[in-house]
Protein backbone atom coordinates (compact mmCIF):
# COMPACT_ATOMS: atom_id res chain seq x y z
CA UNK A 1 0.00 0.00 0.00
CA UNK A 2 0.91 3.64 -0.53
CA UNK A 3 1.94 5.92 1.67
CA UNK A 4 -0.32 9.18 1.87
CA UNK A 5 1.00 12.17 1.19
CA UNK A 6 -1.20 14.95 0.53
CA UNK A 7 -2.42 18.39 2.09
CA UNK A 8 -4.89 18.35 4.91
CA UNK A 9 -8.06 19.02 4.39
CA UNK A 10 -9.55 22.17 4.43
CA UNK A 11 -12.45 20.69 6.95
CA UNK A 12 -10.07 19.12 9.21
CA UNK A 13 -8.27 22.84 9.66
CA UNK A 14 -11.17 24.46 9.77
CA UNK A 15 -12.62 21.53 12.60
CA UNK A 16 -8.91 21.95 14.35
CA UNK A 17 -9.53 26.26 14.50
CA UNK A 18 -12.89 25.74 15.66
CA UNK A 19 -12.06 23.32 18.35
CA UNK A 20 -9.29 25.77 19.49
CA UNK A 21 -11.51 28.77 19.53
CA UNK A 22 -14.30 27.00 21.04
CA UNK A 23 -11.80 25.47 24.30
CA UNK A 24 -10.67 29.24 24.86
CA UNK A 25 -14.14 30.52 24.87
CA UNK A 26 -15.26 27.70 27.48
CA UNK A 27 -11.99 28.69 29.65
CA UNK A 28 -13.07 32.48 29.66
CA UNK A 29 -16.68 31.70 30.05
CA UNK A 30 -15.28 29.47 33.39
CA UNK A 31 -13.17 32.00 34.06
CA UNK A 32 -15.77 34.91 34.16
CA UNK A 33 -18.41 32.80 36.02
CA UNK A 34 -15.84 32.59 38.74
CA UNK A 35 -15.15 36.01 39.47
CA UNK A 36 -18.65 36.49 39.47
CA UNK A 37 -19.23 33.87 41.73
CA UNK A 38 -16.38 36.17 44.06
CA UNK A 39 -17.92 38.92 43.90
CA UNK A 40 -21.61 38.15 44.13
CA UNK A 41 -22.76 37.71 48.23
CA UNK A 42 -24.27 33.96 48.59
CA UNK A 43 -27.50 33.83 50.15
CA UNK A 44 -26.38 32.75 53.67
CA UNK A 45 -24.32 35.53 54.33
CA UNK A 46 -27.46 37.94 53.16
CA UNK A 47 -29.28 36.65 55.45
CA UNK A 48 -26.41 36.86 58.33
CA UNK A 49 -26.08 40.49 57.23
CA UNK A 50 -29.78 40.99 57.88
CA UNK A 51 -29.89 39.23 60.91
CA UNK A 52 -27.45 41.38 62.34
CA UNK A 53 -28.88 44.43 60.94
CA UNK A 54 -32.23 43.76 62.41
CA UNK A 55 -30.49 43.31 66.10
CA UNK A 56 -28.03 46.63 66.03
CA UNK A 57 -31.74 48.63 64.92
CA UNK A 58 -33.56 47.23 68.04
CA UNK A 59 -30.74 47.38 70.51
CA UNK A 60 -30.70 50.98 69.17
CA UNK A 61 -34.16 51.28 69.65
CA UNK A 62 -33.81 49.98 73.13
CA UNK A 63 -31.43 52.42 74.15
CA UNK A 64 -33.06 55.54 72.76
CA UNK A 65 -35.93 54.41 74.65
CA UNK A 66 -34.64 54.29 78.13
CA UNK A 67 -32.55 57.45 77.44
CA UNK A 68 -35.75 59.23 76.52
CA UNK A 69 -37.78 57.65 79.54
CA UNK A 70 -34.81 58.89 81.75
CA UNK A 71 -34.51 62.40 80.32
CA UNK A 72 -38.04 62.73 80.67
CA UNK A 73 -38.61 62.18 84.44
CA UNK A 74 -35.96 64.26 84.98
CA UNK A 75 -37.53 66.89 83.26
CA UNK A 76 -40.72 66.66 84.06
CA UNK A 77 -40.14 66.09 88.04
CA UNK A 78 -41.29 69.10 89.47
CA UNK A 79 -40.93 68.37 92.79
CA UNK A 80 -37.25 66.81 92.14
CA UNK A 81 -36.51 70.25 90.67
CA UNK A 82 -37.90 72.56 93.80
CA UNK A 83 -36.21 70.69 96.60
CA UNK A 84 -32.57 70.13 94.69
CA UNK A 85 -31.72 74.01 95.53
CA UNK A 86 -33.22 73.73 99.19
CA UNK A 87 -31.29 70.60 99.56
CA UNK A 88 -27.98 72.18 98.65
CA UNK A 89 -28.33 75.55 101.22
CA UNK A 90 -29.21 73.08 103.66
CA UNK A 91 -25.87 70.97 102.80
CA UNK A 92 -24.02 73.90 102.74
CA UNK A 93 -25.39 75.34 105.70
CA UNK A 94 -24.39 72.07 107.50
CA UNK A 95 -21.16 71.85 106.17
CA UNK A 96 -20.62 75.32 107.32
CA UNK A 97 -21.70 74.31 111.46
CA UNK A 98 -19.28 71.26 111.16
CA UNK A 99 -16.17 73.08 110.19
CA UNK A 100 -16.53 76.15 112.85
Known sequence: MKARRGRQSKDTALNNVAESIGTALGT?????????????????????????????????????????RAARTLKSS??????????????SSIKRVAGR
Open 78 to 91: KAAKTTRPGLRRAA
Open 28 to 68: IVAKANAAQKALTRSSVVRRVEGETKKVVRKSKRAARKTTN
